[in-house]
């Protein structure tokens, strides 16, 4: 059965995707505010109910209370594609910062420019930190929130952290806020697997810490301040499972 409703979700997400790419390609010319992100949220909305109807997954958001209303710098637990959707509830004008191969893909990578989304290339690191900072300070100009994953890629749950330098240097250049975000996504999506298992995701929006920290006193505080938050959401669902 796990294995037939993950099939059936697969097939929904890819043919859900390509409809709203068609349906993107008037929007992307509309003159008017930014169509794209509200295609964005129904994307979300779409994904979520078929995760909740089709696997018998739903999501727990918690301390929504807590972000700061506008601008702010998002850094967030990265264990799937899960959260590159399920994220547009907490943050609904996201600006990710993505490979720049992704911006070569028919269709998606003409809405991801249109978003204002924010292209790193990491074979250029000296300027990748330059162009990353750039555009997320023009993100928040546009009262976007600008999304990065501090460990640059997928981990898999248990994993131990690979938090890199590139979300101390943000905090540091912009002067914003940074909103932590921790999640057991991994758990029911994991990284590099077809299966879509039953359960409840838990995202939880952890306290923000102001800006104006140094540097280490930053780094050090986010990275307790998620993994230790992670590991409490994983050992819960566990629990759950268990019982």
């Known amino acids: 059965m796990l294995l037939l409703r993950s099939v059936i979700f697969n097939l929904f997400f890819y043919l859900w995707t390509f409809?709203?790419?068609?349906?993107?390609?008037?929007?992307?010319?509309?003159?008017?505010?930014?169509?794209?992100?509200?295609?964005?949220?129904?994307?979300?909305?779409?994904?979520?109910?078929?995760?909740?109807?089709?696997?018998?997954?739903?999501?727990?958001?918690?301390?929504?209370?807590?972000?700061?209303?506008?601008a702010v710098l998002v850094a967030a637990k990265h264990q799937s594609a899960w959260e590159t959707f399920a994220f547009f509830v907490p943050f609904p004008r996201p600006a990710y910062i993505y490979k720049r191969e992704l911006s070569y893909i028919p269709l998606f990578g003409w809405a991801i420019w249109r978003a204002h989304q924010i292209p790193v290339d990491r074979g250029k690191k000296g300027e990748a930190l330059a162009s990353i900072t750039a555009g997320a300070r023009a993100a928040l100009g546009r009262d976007q929130q600008v999304m990065i994953f501090p460990e640059g890629t997928r981990r898999a749950v248990d994993a131990p952290p690979d938090y890199k330098y590139g979300v101390t240097h943000l905090y540091s250049a912009l002067g914003a806020t940074c909103q932590p975000v921790a999640h057991n996504a991994g758990l029911f999506w994991p990284r590099r697997s077809f299966l879509r298992r039953p359960g409840t995701v838990?995202?939880?929006?952890?306290?923000?810490?102001?800006?104006?920290?140094?540097?280490?006193?930053?780094?050090?505080?986010?990275k307790t301040t998620i993994e230790t938050a992670t590991n409490r959401l994983v050992a819960e669902a566990r629990a759950q499972a268990r019982e």
């Open 19 to 70: 409809v709203l790419l068609i349906v993107l390609i008037p929007a992307m010319i509309w003159p008017f505010g930014n169509p794209v992100l509200f295609i964005g949220r129904v994307w979300c909305h779409g994904n979520l109910w078929a995760l909740r109807t089709i696997c018998n997954l739903t999501v727990d958001y918690r301390g929504l209370e807590k972000v700061p209303l506008g």
């Open 202 to 222: 838990i995202v939880e929006c952890l306290d923000p810490i102001p800006p104006g920290l140094p540097p280490e006193i930053f780094a050090e505080r986010l």
